[in-house]
Each structure stands twice: as C-alpha cells, then as structure tokens.
Nanobody, 127 residues
Framework: QVQLVESGGGSVQAGGSLRLSCAAS????????MGWYRQAPGKEREAVAV?????????SDSAKGRFTISKDNDNVKRTVYLEMNMLKPEDTAIYYC???????????????????WGQGTQVSVSS
C-alpha cells in the first residue's frame, strides 16, 4: 500500500521555524529516495531537499543552511522530517512529500522521477 501523509504546515512570521513530517506506509518508506518538493502560486514545483535510504541528504541552494531533512532510522515511525528555520516570505508554498525516487538521490531529480506523492501541506510566511 502506498501512502504519504504530510503534517506540520502553518503560518509563521519571517524568521520563524516549522517542522514538517511525512508519515509513510511500510512499502513507501523502503524506497531509495524520499524528499520534499514545494510549489508556490504561479510557479513550477521545485525540489527542496531529498534523502536516500542511507540517510544522506541533498539540498537546494535556497534550503542550504536553513532547512534540515532527516528520517527515522527504524521501521516503526517511518517518518521523514523537514526542519525549516529562518523562514522567508519566499518560502511560502505548498510542500509535498515524495517517495520512490531514483537511486541517484539528489535535488537534481525532477518531480517525474518520483513515483509517489502526498497531498501537500501549506506553509505561509509573512513579512
């Protein structure tokens, strides 16, 4: 069964923090590459951060130094996290959890390289 459920979105002021969570089904959690993408109004969906099955992360330039992606090391919680600090108004978007990505798990992977997607969670940052 394929399932990805995001949570943790919300509204914050610039400079604030949010932590997104993506709870995955057992099958989905075993995939080689999982991550977070986002889509702002009028813009294309873009990669934010991805992480491979070994826990090695890859970040977009806009996320480096501010966001941290991590995943549970056991097969019980099966959750991928995105810790977002120093948020900016330009971070406002719907954030999507993705799984089933390629073996070469980097942010260069296009959204078409991921097989499974969550419904998304809204993040709004006000100035």
């Amino acid at each position: 069964q394929v399932q990805l459920v995001e949570s943790g979105g919300g509204s914050v002021q610039a400079g604030g923090s949010l932590r997104l969570s993506c709870a995955a089904s057992p099958y989905t959690y075993k995939t080689k590459c999982m991550g977070w993408y986002r889509q702002a109004p009028g813009k294309e969906r873009e990669a934010v951060a991805v992480i491979n099955s070994g826990g090695i992360p890859s970040y977009s330039d806009s996320a480096k130094g501010r966001f941290t992606i991590s995943k549970d090391n056991d097969n019980v919680k099966r959750t991928v996290y995105l810790e977002m600090n120093m948020l900016k108004p330009e971070d406002t978007a719907i954030y999507y959890c993705a799984a089933g990505g390629p073996r070469k798990c980097t942010v260069r992977a296009g959204q078409g390289d991921f097989a499974y997607w969550g419904q998304g969670t809204q993040v709004s940052v006000s100035s």
